[in-house]
C-alpha cells in the first residue's frame, strides 16, 4: 500500500545532489524521510486530506544545509552582543561602546565582538580601552576569538593585571610596566574575564574542555537552555538542519538532551570529545561512554576535536617559516610530535574520527603527519579524519589530503579579501605563502574532500553568505591562484560532502526515497541569479525530520 505524503513540497527547483537524479519538481515526505522525489503531478497523487503543501514557488529546493563547524554555545550567547563589524576609526567605536554601556548600567562587565586587529589604526592595548571606558570593565573580543583585549577595570576584577601563568599557546601579553599590556592571547589567557559576565563564562567552558566548577542553580541552567534554543533556531532560520559543534562538554550535552526530551531538537547536533595537551590516554574511556550515551539522530558524540595551534593574527599560529613580519618566529605547536602522534593512534584504535584545528602551514604538516602515524599502526582506513581552517598550506602537502583520505573543513567567509580585510594577513604570510593560502580550489584539484561552514560566530552563520564568498572572492593578488568555487562545489560543500565528513552520505545531505527529510527552500532560484546576489535569497522553510522547523512567515 503507498504511503500518504505528511508534507509535499511543489513547485521548485529541487536540486537533489544525488547524481543519479540531480533535479526533480516536488519532494514528498512520510514520517520524516523522504517518501519521493519527481515531477510534480506524479508527487501531488501521494498527498491526502491532512498532507501540508508548500508551494516553493519556482525556488530552490536543496537539502538542509550541514553546518560543518560552529561554536552553538557561544554564537547563541552573542546573539545579543554589541558587534564591531564594519566599524573603524576611535570615535565611532567609542560612541557605540559608551551607549551600549548607557544601556547596560548594571552589567558586570561589558563584553563587545567582532573586534578587528587594526580597527584602531594602532595597537590596542588597556590604556586606550580606559579612554574609552574608564570606570567599567570592558573587553573586546576579536572576530576571530583568539584575541582579547581588556581595559584595566576588566583586567583588575579578573586577576589578570599583574599577568598569569598561563599554558603553551595561551599569553597574558605584559607591558614594559611590569603590568598586563591588554592583550590576552588564546582562550586559557581570557577565560578569567569571561567569568565576569552574568553566565559566569559557562559557554566558554566546551571550548576549555572543562565543565562548571560548581552544578548551576536551576535558574542558571534555564538561562542556558534558551540560549542554545536561540543558536539553534537562528540556524533554523537560515537553512541549516545539522551541525557539527567544535566545543563540547558533558554539561552542553546535559542541556541539549533536556531541551530534546522536551519538545525535541529543531537542529541535529553533533558533538566531539575535547582532547586538550597533557590529557592522559586513559581518558578517552570518556569519549567511550559519552558515545555510548548520546547517539541519536538527533544528538550524538562521535568525534574528537582538538587544536595544533592558534591564529594568524595574533601570530600564535604554527608556521614553518618565519613571519614575514616578524624575523625570527614561527609560532608554536600546542602538541609535540610524539603526544599527537599518540592522540591520534589511540582515537584511531576506538573507532573515533578526528578534528583537528591547524591553521599554519606547520601546524597542518603536525596534523597530517600524525593521522599518518596512526595509519602505521592500524592500516588503511575510513577513518574521514579531518584538518579545520588550513589557512596556510605548504604545497609538499597538498597530495597527502587525498594520500590520507583527509577531510579539508575549510570556511570561506575567514579568508582575507572577502568578509575580512587583507591586511594583517597578507604583510604576516608575504606573498609565497598567499600562494598556497586558503587554496580551496587548489585543494580540490589536488583530490581532497571539501566540507565548508562558518565557524560561528567568528564569522556570519548564514550559508548562503559563504557560497557567494566562496564563489566570487577574486585572488588576492596578480599571479595568485584563483580559489573560486563553482556552484555546485559550493552547493555540495554545505549539503553533500558535510554529510559525508559525518558518515551519512547515504541519509543525508541528499534527497531521494528514504533520506532524512532534512529540506530547505530558497525564495528563488539560486541557479539564475548572479553569483555576487546568492545572499540576497531568503530561506521560505525548513524542514528537519520531516518537521518545519522555520517558515519565513512564523516559525514552529
Known amino acids: 500500500m503507498t504511503k500518504t505524503a505528511d508534507m509535499i513540497i511543489e513547485n521548485g527547483r529541487v536540486l537533489t545532489m544525488d547524481p543519479q537524479r540531480k533535479r526533480a519538481d516536488a519532494v514528498a515526505v512520510a514520517g520524516g524521510s523522504i517518501l ?14 491532512a498532507t501540508l503543501v508548500i508551494d516553493a514557488a519556482g525556488g530552490s529546493v536543496l537539502p538542509g544545509f550541514i553546518e560543518s563547524h560552529i561554536h552553538l554555545f557561544i554564537g547563541g550567547a552573542e546573539l545579543d552582543s554589541l558587534s564591531m563589524a564594519g566599524l573603524e576609526g576611535l570615535d565611532s567605536i567609542a560612541e557605540a561602546i559608551r551607549r551600549r554601556a548607557g544601556a547596560e548600567p548594571a552589567a558586570p562587565i561589558l563584553l563587545v565582538q567582532q573586534a578587528a586587529y587594526s580597527m584602531f589604526g594602532e595597537p ?9 571606558l574608564p570606570d567599567r570593565p570592558l573587553a573586546l573580543f576579536a572576530s576571530d576569538h583568539h584575541t582579547m583585549w581588556a581595559n584595566t577595570a576588566a583586567l583588575r576584577a579578573a586577576g589578570l593585571l599583574n599577568g598569569r601563568t598561563t599554558p603553551p599557546g595561551s599569553e597574558v601579553v605584559m607591558g614594559a610596566d611590569g603590568l598586563a599590556a591588554g592583550e590576552l ?17 559557562r559557554e566558554m567552558l566546551g571550548l576549555l574542555g572543562r565543565e562548571p566548577e560548581t552544578p548551576p542553580a536551576a535558574a542558571q541552567r534555564a538561562v542556558d537552555r534558551d540560549t542554545l534554543r536561540r543558536g539553534l533556531g537562528h540556524a533554523a532560520s537560515l537553512g541549516i538542519t545539522s551541525i557539527h559543534n567544535m566545543d563540547g562538554n558533558a554539561y552542553q550535552l546535559e542541556l541539549l538532551g533536556e531541551i530534546d526530551a522536551a519538545e525535541g531538537l529543531p537542529v541535529r547536533c553533533r558533538f566531539p570529545f575535547r582532547v ?8 578517552f574511556a570518556e569519549a567511550a561512554e559519552l558515545r555510548e550515551r548520546w547517539n541519536s539522530d538527533r544528538l550524538r558524540v562521535d568525534f574528537v576535536k582538538l587544536f595544533m595551534d592558534g591564529v594568524i593574527e595574533s601570530a600564535t599560529a604554527f608556521m614553518l617559516a618565519d613571519y614575514s613580519d616578524r624575523p625570527g618566529f614561527r609560532g608554536s605547536a600546542f602538541f609535540e610530535t610524539d603526544e599527537f602522534d599518540a592522540v591520534c593512534i589511540e582515537a584511531e584504535r576506538l573507532g573515533f574520527q578526528l578534528a583537528v584545528h591547524a591553521i599554519g602551514d606547520a601546524a597542518v604538516r603536525r596534523t597530517l603527519d600524525g593521522y599518518q602515524a596512526a595509519r602505521r599502526r592500524h592500516g588503511i582506513r575510513d577513518t574521514r579524519h579531518r584538518i579545520e581552517h588550513i589557512e596556510a598550506l605548504d604545497p609538499a602537502d597538498l597530495p597527502r589530503f587525498a594520500e590520507l583520505g583527509v577531510i579539508a573543513s575549510m570556511q570561506p567567509t575567514h579568508a582575507p579579501g572577502g ?3 587583507i591586511e594583517p594577513i597578507a604583510s604576516m604570510l608575504g606573498r609565497r605563502r598567499l600562494m598556497t593560502a586558503y587554496a580551496w580550489q587548489t585543494l580540490r584539484n589536488a583530490g581532497a574532500r571539501m566540507a565548508f561552514s562558518s565557524d560561528w560566530p567568528i564569522a556570519p ?32 560543500a554545505f549539503t553533500a560532502d558535510g554529510a559525508y565528513a559525518e558518515f551519512a552520505e547515504e541519509r543525508k545531505g541528499v534527497l531521494r526515497p528514504e533520506a532524512l527529510a532534512d529540506i530547505v527552500v530558497l525564495s528563488g532560484d539560486v541557479e539564475a541569479v548572479a553569483p555576487s546576489e546568492i545572499d540576497g535569497l531568503d530561506v521560505v522553510a525548513t524542514i528537519c525530520g520531516g518537521r518545519l522547523i522555520y517558515r519565513r512567515d512564523s516559525v514552529s
Open 461 to 492: 552563520l548564514d550559508p548562503l553568505t559563504g557560497i557567494r564568498t566562496a564563489m566570487t572572492r577574486p585572488p588576492l593578488f596578480e599571479g595568485a591562484p584563483d580559489e573560486r568555487q563553482s556552484l555546485a562545489d559550493a552547493l555540495a
Open 276 to 283: 586538550l595537551p597533557g590529557m592522559e590516554l586513559r581518558r
Open 185 to 201: 592571547r588564546e582562550f586559557e589567557s581570557f577565560a578569567p574575564v569571561f567569568a565576569l559576565a552574568p553566565t559566569g563564562g
Open 124 to 132: 590596542i592595548t588597556r590604556e586606550l580601552l580606559d579612554r574609552i
Open 36 to 49: 519521493a522525489v519527481g515531477e510534480r503531478a506524479d508527487i501531488a497523487r501521494l498527498g491526502g486530506p
Open 419 to 421: 568578509a575580512y580585510p
